[in-house]
């Protein structure tokens, strides 16, 4: 009995389309960076020190952002709720241990002090960057 392949790649380009997904400087990143400078902000990018390794901190506001992608980080929106039909189990728990990582991570943030802010990669489109409460 052969076994139905759902996957229109192979294993190996599948692989390789993984291993490109960015953890780092993304475009949702990337703009909200752009438009937050323009507004006279600055900040430390992935701060390796802190909990969970914010993407943008603001040592003077004691306040982080983190930019989460909607299917990556388990988000309600209409991408975030998507689960592959392929391997579905090995995905649901992979969100779920991200989400739980995000809690802990922000808790653990909170307990030293800092204003955690999430932005959701859905949100970006429509986000006005002044109305972010950097500002304590």
Same mark, same amino acid.
């Given at each position: 009995?052969?076994?139905?392949?759902?996957?229109?790649?192979?294993?190996? %380009? /599948?692989?390789?389309?993984?291993?490109?997904?960015?953890?780092?400087?993304?475009?949702?990143? +990337? &703009?909200?960076? =752009? #438009?937050?400078?323009?507004?006279?902000?600055?900040?430390?990018?992935?701060?390796?020190?802190?909990?969970?390794?914010?993407?943008?901190?603001?040592?003077?506001?004691?306040?982080?952002?983190?930019?989460?992608?909607?299917?990556?980080?388990?988000?309600?929106? %209409? /991408?975030?709720?998507?689960?592959?039909?392929?391997?579905?189990?090995?995905?649901?728990?992979? +969100? &779920?241990?991200? =989400? #739980?990582?995000?809690?802990?991570?922000?808790?653990?943030?909170?307990?030293?002090?800092?204003?955690?802010?999430?932005?959701?990669?859905?949100?970006?489109?429509?986000?006005?960057?002044?109305?972010?409460?950097?500002?304590?």
């Amino acid at each position: 009995m052969t076994r139905k392949r759902t996957d229109v790649f192979s294993p190996q %380009k /599948r692989s390789e389309i993984m291993r490109a997904v960015k953890g780092e400087n993304t475009k949702p990143e +990337i &703009a909200l960076r =752009k #438009a937050l400078h323009r507004l006279g902000y600055r900040y430390r990018l992935n701060v390796k020190d802190l909990p969970g390794k914010p993407d943008l901190v603001f040592p003077k506001h004691r306040a982080v952002i983190f930019v989460h992608g909607c299917f990556w980080h388990g988000h309600g929106c %209409k /991408r975030g709720k998507r689960v592959p039909k392929t391997n579905r189990a090995y995905w649901t728990e992979k +969100i &779920a241990r991200n =989400k #739980a990582r995000d809690k802990k991570n922000a808790a653990a943030l909170r307990r030293l002090g800092w204003r955690v802010i999430t932005i959701w990669e859905c949100r970006l489109k429509t986000l006005d960057p002044a109305t972010i409460p950097i500002k304590a």
